[in-house]
């Protein structure tokens, strides 16, 4: 799987850069064929005004009655466009240049032999020169030789115009192969995180189900030792063992369970008054011994002047409980904890501050994450799914409330969580 997953990934990134880049070079001999075709209508284009204009001269002159093409060359021997008015000449020019698609506006000049102005549109400057399309009006053995300057206004947009959604459609269809490729590989990454988190999860799980049954097995076969069963002392110490293991184990299910129930939103709050404060020193009281026995201190500066919240009382406990449990469990040898209370924006807010090994960046950014457990350096005693901290996130979030972490690594974390005040 380890070698499978970058070959996928480069085999994709392969196949979208050479999509992009047919698709490119299509556009592009799109672009240079439309260009092409242009160029291809402006030259029939001027090819047909001088044939109108030379129908025009031989219908003027009454020659028109020619039959075969040495006769007509005949008579355009004397062509001029002098016998035409400016409004055939722009007439004939403009039926032209419609009848090969081009709509452009224009503007003209025809000159003789000496490029001295024969005919002008109102609108030809002098610098037009530059940049007209010229077309001998004239035979070439003619007696005058006649030549059109055709300045055509051309919009420089005018391809793009032209193929504007088919380079849009080819844009957005390219942005949605890069984006689909994008969210395959991120899609991919996130499923190989996910596996990596449950092959943990799985391990932790084994290992904390394994301690108790382990226990329990040893209890009943101490309870079926022949020393031990008529000892009352003795059974009814394996007894409460065997009682404590299973409530212990019930316990991590009932952890897995609430982590399901969370993420399918099937918890129902009984939300009803209560005293925060009430609360915090019960939870606190609890965890005092654990506290003690690691030689740690656990202090209290509830200084909230309102400390009245609409929460599950039950919920709430456990929404302490956890980020006290998870401070000890990363506070090392002799835990430092302060909980302190204070009004923030019409809130409630609840510090827990440790004296732990504190967090990187990445960690906390992912440490509300489900499953998700920091690395603990050198301490092995961590245990535990990774549930504690989304637990406390989605819970804080249903009161409507929200949870935040500050840390730094090495010196400790802060963790804060803000409920809503009662009115």
Known sequence: MKKIFPLIVVLITLSVLGIIFIQMSWINNAISLRQKQREQDINRAILQIRTNFHDLFLKYTGNVGWYNEETKNFYLQSFTTQVLTPDEIQQGIQRALVNNNIKDPFDYSITNIFQAPLVTSSGFLPEYYKSTRDVLLTPEKASFRETLHLYIKEDRNYILRKMGWMIAASILFTGIITSAFALTVRTMFTQKKLSEIKSDFINNMTHELKTPLATISLAIDALTNEKVIHDTEKIRYYSSMIKDENKRMN??????????????QDITL??????????????????????QERNGTLTLNLEAPRFEIDADEVHFSNIIFNLLDNAIKYSGDAPVIDISTEVSSGMLAIKVKDNGIGMNKETQTRVFEKFYRAHTGNLHNVKGFGLGLSYVKAMVEAHGGRAKVESTQGKGSTFTVFFPLAN
């Open 270 to 291: 009984k939300l009803q008054r209560i005293n925060a404060h009430d609360t915090i020193r019960k939870v606190a009281d609890n965890l005092s011994l654990q506290i």
């Open 251 to 264: 316990k991590q299910v009932e952890k897995i369970l609430q982590a399901a129930r969370i993420e399918k």
